[in-house]
């Protein structure tokens, strides 16, 4: 069984956001564990962005690369918080590098190139919906 803090040593993990009809809509995210909050970075423009400034809720599962998520993958219930600030990207980023190492300076390199150097990054901070769990 996959608990909150077992998400953080997954590879990949379906991220699920709400729709305002309450439709989840997952993605797929690299995620890093920041004491008892799992984070997450994303372009400040993304959908699951715009999602949660609307509905804090989330769902995750263990998945896959390209978002495969089995049958029997247990679902974690969350809450997100958007962070936009240095402090939060900056240690989301040594996180994130400490686990995926070259793939992620890669990823990010590319992204950056792309950009020209404008930092369009948010971070999420997803905790546990139930803290006593």
């Not at 069984?1 to 991220?15: K, P, Y």
């Not at 809509?25 to 959908?47: F, K």
């Not at 949660?52 to 263990?62: E, I, T, W």
Request: aromatic share 4%; proline share 5%; charged share 30%.
């Amino acid at each position: 069984m996959t608990t909150f803090d077992a998400l953080a040593d997954e590879g990949f993990i379906s991220l699920t956001t709400f729709r305002r009809s309450g439709v989840g809509v997952p993605t797929t995210v690299w995620v890093g564990r920041d004491g008892d909050a799992l984070l997450v970075t994303t372009p400040r423009g993304s959908g699951k962005v715009k999602r949660l400034r609307r509905d804090p809720r989330v769902s995750m599962s263990p998945s896959g690369r390209l978002g495969k998520v089995e049958d029997d993958a247990p679902t974690v219930a969350g809450v997100g918080e958007i962070l936009d600030d240095d402090t939060a990207r900056e240690r989301c980023n040594e996180i994130l590098q400490e686990k995926y190492g070259l793939e992620y300076r890669v990823m990010m390199g590319l992204e950056k190139l792309g950009r020209k150097g404008d930092d369009n990054r948010v971070i999420l901070q997803i905790t546990r919906a139930d803290p006593t769990a």
